[in-house]
C-alpha cells in the first residue's frame, strides 16, 4: 500500500511538473511574441539618422550652361540641405555657414568645389561627409551628377546620375530623386510617414526655394527689380521669407558704411555709386510697374442674343465680359522699393547724393507717385475685341474702354480683395443677321490693348486667373 502512494504521487508531480512546463513554454512563447513585436516598434521609431555626423552640401557646378541655369546651383543646394535636415540627425552645413563660405572663397576661384579638395574642404569645415554635383546643359535636357563623399577614406557612400528636362527640376521631381539616393547611400533609414512625406511635394516650399535662387541669380547679373519681385516671391514660405528679407534690405540700403566717415574721397565713390544704383532701380521699376501691374481677366462664354425690331440685326452681349485687376505682386514690390527710397531720401546722412538722383522715370509714370500708387491706379485704355466664327473668320471688330477698381495704396491687399472690387463688365455688339454665316458657331476673342496709361497689360481666361491666383 506504501509503495503504492509513493507511486501515485510520483506519478502526480510529474503530471504537475509536465503542466507547469507547459505553461512556463507558451509564457515564453508569449512573451518572445512580445518582445519581437517592441523591437519591430522600436525599429521603426529608432531608425538611424546619421546623429554625430557633419555634412557639408556644396553649390553644383553649371557646364556648358547660361543665364537660364544661373539659379539652379543656389536651387540644388538649398533643396538637398533642407531635406537633409529634415530627414536626419547629421549636422548639415548650408550657405550661411562661416566656413563654408570662407572655404568656397579660398578653394576655387569659380566658386564651386569638386572632389579632388574634398579633404581640404574636410579640414576646413570639420565635416567627415560632402556633397559634390554637377549639372551639364545638353540641347534639350540636363545631365545631372551628384556624389556624397566620406571625405575620412574619399569613398563615394551614394551617387545619383541622370538626365531631366527643365519641367522635372522646376516641379522637385529631380530633387526627390537625389534626396531619395543620398539618404539610401548614407543609410539613412525613413519611417513609413517620413517615405510618404518625401514622396510628395511641397509646392508652396518649393517655390519659395526657386524664388530665392532666381533672385540671388538676378541680383549678381544686375537685374535688380527682377531680383525684387523674386525676393518678394520668396516671401511668401516661412522657410525662406528671413533670408529674402535681408537680401532686399541689403539691396536697396544707402547708408555710407565705410569704416571711416571722414573719408571723404571714399564717402564720394559711395554716393556716386548709390546714385547710379538707385536711378537704375528707378528707371527699371517704372518698367516693370508699365509691364506687370495690371491682369485683363475676360470670359465671354456666354452669350446673350436679341433680334432687332425689323429682324435685320442681332445684338450680342458676351458675358460675364472683362475686367481689370492689379498684380498684388507687383503693388508689394512698388511698395518694398518706394518705401526703402523714402528712407533712404529722408537720411540726412544720404542728402548729399539723394539729392541728385533723377526720379524723371517716376514722374514720367504718375504727377503723385511720391503721395501713392497713383500711377498704378489711374490707368484706363480699351480693349479691343473680335466676333470670330468656327473658321477663325473676324465678322466684325469692337472696343470697350475698362477702368481699374479702387486706387492701389500702401495697404497691399489680397489678391481676391483686388478681384472682387472690380465688376466685370459685358462686352456688346450689333451684327448684321447677313453677316453671320449659317450653320456656323461665333465666339468672342479678345485682340489686343491700346492707349490708356497703363502699358502693357496682361491677358488671362478666368480660367487662367483662377489657376494663377492660388499661389498669391
Given at each position: 500500500?506504501?509503495?503504492?502512494?509513493?507511486?501515485?504521487?510520483?506519478?502526480?508531480?510529474?503530471f504537475?511538473?509536465?503542466?507547469?512546463?507547459?505553461?512556463?513554454?507558451?509564457n515564453?512563447?508569449?512573451?518572445?511574441?512580445?518582445?519581437?513585436?517592441?523591437?519591430?516598434?522600436k525599429?521603426?521609431?529608432?531608425?538611424?539618422?546619421?546623429?554625430?555626423?557633419?555634412?557639408?552640401?556644396?553649390?553644383p557646378?553649371?557646364?556648358?550652361?547660361?543665364?537660364g541655369?544661373?539659379?539652379?546651383?543656389?536651387?540644388?543646394?538649398?533643396s538637398?540641405?533642407?531635406?537633409?535636415?529634415?530627414?536626419s540627425?547629421?549636422t548639415?552645413?548650408?550657405?550661411?555657414?562661416?566656413?563654408?563660405?570662407?572655404?568656397?572663397?579660398e578653394?576655387?576661384?569659380?566658386?564651386?568645389?569638386?572632389?579632388?579638395?574634398?579633404?581640404?574642404?574636410?579640414?576646413?569645415?570639420?565635416?567627415?561627409?560632402?556633397?559634390?554635383?554637377?549639372?551639364?546643359?545638353l540641347?534639350?535636357?540636363?545631365?545631372?551628377?551628384?556624389?556624397?563623399?566620406d571625405?575620412?577614406?574619399?569613398?563615394?557612400?551614394?551617387?545619383?546620375?541622370?538626365?531631366?528636362?527643365s519641367?522635372?527640376?522646376?516641379?522637385?521631381?529631380?530633387?526627390r530623386?537625389?534626396?531619395?539616393?543620398l539618404?539610401?547611400?548614407l543609410?539613412i533609414?525613413?519611417?513609413?510617414?517620413?517615405k510618404?512625406?518625401?514622396?510628395?511635394?511641397?509646392?508652396?516650399?518649393?517655390?519659395?526655394?526657386k524664388?530665392?535662387?532666381k533672385g540671388?541669380?538676378?541680383?549678381?547679373?544686375?537685374?535688380?527689380?527682377?531680383?525684387?519681385a523674386f525676393?518678394?516671391?520668396?516671401?511668401?514660405?516661412?522657410?525662406?521669407?528671413?533670408?529674402?528679407?535681408?537680401?532686399?534690405?541689403?539691396?536697396?540700403?544707402?547708408?555710407?558704411?565705410?569704416?571711416?566717415?571722414?573719408?571723404?574721397?571714399?564717402?564720394?565713390?559711395?554716393?556716386e555709386?548709390q546714385k547710379e544704383?538707385?536711378?537704375?532701380?528707378?528707371?527699371?521699376?517704372?518698367?516693370?510697374?508699365?509691364?506687370?501691374?495690371?491682369?485683363?481677366?475676360?470670359?465671354?462664354?456666354n452669350?446673350?442674343?436679341?433680334?432687332s425690331?425689323?429682324?435685320?440685326?442681332?445684338?450680342?452681349?458676351?458675358?460675364?465680359?472683362?475686367?481689370?485687376?492689379?498684380?498684388?505682386h507687383?503693388?508689394?514690390?512698388a511698395?518694398?522699393?518706394?518705401?526703402e527710397?523714402?528712407?533712404?531720401?529722408?537720411?540726412?546722412?544720404?542728402?548729399?547724393?539723394?539729392?541728385?538722383?533723377?526720379?524723371?522715370?517716376?514722374?514720367?509714370?504718375s504727377?503723385?507717385?511720391?503721395?501713392?500708387?497713383?500711377?498704378?491706379?489711374?490707368?484706363?485704355?480699351?480693349?479691343?475685341?473680335?466676333?470670330?466664327?468656327?473658321?477663325?473668320?473676324?465678322?466684325?471688330?469692337?472696343?470697350?474702354?475698362?477702368?481699374?477698381?479702387?486706387?492701389?495704396?500702401?495697404?497691399v491687399k489680397?489678391?481676391n480683395?483686388?478681384?472682387?472690387?472690380?465688376?466685370?463688365?459685358?462686352?456688346?455688339?450689333?451684327?448684321?443677321?447677313?453677316?453671320?454665316?449659317?450653320?456656323s458657331?461665333?465666339?468672342?476673342?479678345p485682340?489686343?490693348?491700346?492707349?490708356?496709361?497703363?502699358?502693357?497689360?496682361?491677358?488671362?481666361?478666368l480660367?487662367?486667373?483662377?489657376?494663377?491666383a492660388k499661389?498669391?
Open positions: 500500500m506504501k509503495k503504492i502512494i509513493v507511486t501515485l504521487f510520483s506519478v502526480m508531480m510529474i504537475l511538473s509536465s503542466c507547469g512546463s507547459t505553461a512556463e513554454v507558451s515564453v512563447a508569449q512573451t518572445t511574441e512580445k518582445s519581437s513585436s517592441v523591437k519591430e516598434i525599429s521603426e521609431k529608432d531608425l538611424y539618422k546619421g546623429a554625430g555626423l557633419v555634412i557639408a552640401v556644396t553649390a557646378e553649371v557646364r556648358n550652361g547660361g543665364k541655369e544661373s539659379w539652379m546651383p543656389q536651387f540644388f543646394q538649398d538637398i540641405t533642407g531635406n537633409l535636415a529634415k530627414y540627425k547629421m548639415v552645413l548650408d550657405r550661411a555657414n562661416e566656413d563654408l563660405t570662407k572655404a568656397e572663397q578653394l576655387g576661384e569659380t566658386g564651386f568645389y569638386t572632389e579632388e579638395n574634398a579633404v581640404q574642404l574636410g579640414q576646413m569645415t570639420n565635416a567627415q561627409y560632402a556633397v559634390f554635383g554637377s549639372i551639364t546643359a540641347s534639350s535636357s540636363y545631365e545631372l551628377n551628384f556624389r556624397a563623399i571625405i575620412t577614406t574619399n569613398e563615394i557612400k551614394a551617387a545619383y546620375n541622370d538626365r531631366a528636362g519641367k522635372e527640376i522646376e516641379d522637385g521631381t529631380t530633387v530623386a537625389i534626396i531619395t539616393e539618404l539610401d547611400g543609410g533609414g525613413l519611417s513609413e510617414k517620413e510618404a512625406q518625401l514622396a510628395k511635394t511641397d509646392k508652396k516650399s518649393l517655390n519659395a526655394t524664388s530665392l535662387a540671388a541669380a538676378a541680383e549678381k547679373a544686375d537685374n535688380l527689380i527682377e531680383a525684387l525676393y518678394a516671391e520668396a516671401q511668401k514660405d516661412s522657410s525662406t521669407s528671413k533670408e529674402a528679407r535681408i537680401s532686399m534690405s541689403k539691396m536697396l540700403d544707402g547708408s555710407f558704411s565705410g569704416s571711416d566717415i571722414s573719408d571723404l574721397k571714399a564717402k564720394a565713390k559711395y554716393g555709386e544704383k538707385w536711378e537704375k532701380i528707378l528707371k527699371d521699376l517704372a518698367g516693370y510697374v508699365a509691364k506687370n501691374n495690371v491682369i485683363l481677366v475676360y470670359d465671354f462664354s452669350i446673350k442674343t436679341e433680334l425690331s425689323d429682324n435685320k440685326s442681332v445684338k450680342l452681349t458676351g458675358l460675364p465680359g472683362a475686367k481689370l485687376v492689379f498684380n498684388r507687383t503693388v508689394l514690390v511698395k518694398q522699393v518706394m518705401t527710397w523714402e528712407k533712404t531720401k529722408t537720411n540726412k546722412a544720404n542728402e548729399y547724393w539723394t539729392r541728385t538722383v533723377n526720379t524723371n522715370n517716376l514722374r514720367s509714370i504727377k503723385n507717385v511720391w503721395e501713392g500708387f497713383y500711377y498704378i491706379s489711374g490707368g484706363d485704355g480699351t480693349l479691343e475685341y473680335g466676333l470670330y466664327d468656327n473658321t477663325d473668320y473676324r465678322i466684325k471688330k469692337g472696343e470697350i474702354r475698362l477702368y481699374t477698381g479702387n486706387n492701389a495704396d500702401f495697404n489680397p489678391q480683395r483686388y478681384f472682387d472690387e472690380t465688376q466685370f463688365q459685358p462686352i456688346e455688339m450689333t451684327v448684321n443677321l447677313s453677316d453671320l454665316p449659317d450653320d458657331t461665333f465666339e468672342f476673342r485682340i489686343q490693348w491700346e492707349y490708356g496709361s497703363l502699358g502693357n497689360v496682361t491677358f488671362m481666361t480660367e487662367e486667373y483662377n489657376e494663377w499661389d498669391q
